[in-house]
């Protein structure tokens, strides 16, 4: 995992100009290289306002773009949450929920929130798995922009110590 460049353009819109990709997003995200842009410089521009982002996931004995995952709160989005997104071609290997806790370890040591959310299409039974085997549980549905969507979430902190 390493941040998300400019760089990782070509990679970044192969990526999500696969329907099946783009199709499991709860954040809609067209099939165009124009859209790949602005999705790609979105990511890098969270960074820049919030201090993290998603990370560009890299398969280690190869270097080959693998797809995206971390930490993301974008503005009118309902809590801190982890997403992933990954090329069609590497779906199946176990990397977005190796990516995910990852991410889920680097919110728990770096960011004070107190849960940690993730937003699922209802049909997207990978993602689904993910969100369980990373420690998330359903809390409800919710619309988020214009969809209804599985809000998945876990606490990071023990409310109930004293």
Same mark, same amino acid.
């Not at 299409?121 to 369980?132: F, G, H, K, Q, T």
């Given at each position: ?45 969270? =960074?820049? *306002? ?16 693998? /797809? #995206? ?16 997104c990954l090329a069609r071609g590497h779906w199946g290997k176990g990397y977005a929920t190796e990516a995910a806790h990852a991410s889920l370890n680097y919110v728990r040591k770096e960011l004070d929130v107190p849960k ?9 039974? =990978?993602? *689904? ?16 922009? /214009? #969809? ?15």
């Open positions: 995992m390493r941040p998300l460049t400019g760089d990782d353009f070509a990679d970044y819109a192969a990526m999500l100009a696969d329907p099946q990709v783009t199709d499991g997003l709860a954040e809609t995200v067209g099939n165009s290289a124009e859209e790949a842009w602005r999705s790609l410089a979105i990511f890098i521009g969270h =960074r820049e *306002i919030r201090g993290y982002s998603h990370w560009a996931l890299v398969e280690k004995s190869t270097g080959e773009f693998v /797809g #995206r995952a971390g930490p993301w709160q974008p503005h009118g989005f309902p809590g801190l949450g982890i997403g992933w940690v959310i993730s937003i699922v299409l209802p049909d997207n039974s =990978r993602s *689904i798995a993910v969100a369980e085997r990373i420690g998330h549980r359903h809390l409800r549905d919710i619309q988020y922009r /214009g #969809r209804t969507v599985h809000l998945y979430g876990q606490r990071l902190v023990d409310t109930a110590a004293p």
